[in-house]
Nanobody
Framework: QVQLVESGGGLVQPGGSLRLSCAAS????????MGWYRQAPGKQRELVAS???????NYEDSAKGRFTVSRGNAKNTVYLQMNSLKPEDTALYYC???????????WGQGTQVTVSS
């Protein structure tokens, strides 16, 4: 099974930027949706942004205009560029890979993002 490894999290001041990366253990082919979710303490996991194999993107409302999701040229990576970060963006961020036709859903181990002065 494909494994996902996230990186790029850390501590940043409000207004700062971070770029999260997610690398799959092998090339991703076919119809897929790759995305980023986050979970803050005491809250449910929520979708932040996603991108389909066709390039269609989707963003949670608070991420629109600040975050950008993209896939790498090798198609086995997905990125989340986060700008103008706010304290409420603090959470554990998870990479997700879905094969919607097969019903397969794969998660990374998560990377912590903390926005604080």
């Amino acid at each position: 099974q494909v494994q996902l490894v996230e990186s790029g999290g850390g501590l940043v001041q409000p207004g700062g930027s971070l770029r999260l990366s997610c690398a799959a253990s092998r090339s991703i082919e076919g119809i897929v949706i790759m995305g980023w979710y986050r979970q803050a303490p005491g809250k449910q996991r929520e979708l932040v942004a996603s991108i389909t194999s066709g390039g269609t993107t989707n963003y949670e409302d608070s991420a629109k205009g600040r975050f950008t999701v993209s896939r790498g040229n090798a198609k086995n990576t997905v990125y989340l560029q986060m700008n103008s970060l706010k304290p409420e963006d603090t959470a554990l961020y998870y990479c997700n890979l879905k094969y919607p036709i097969a019903g397969i859903n794969i998660w990374g181990q998560g990377t912590q993002v903390t926005v604080s002065s």
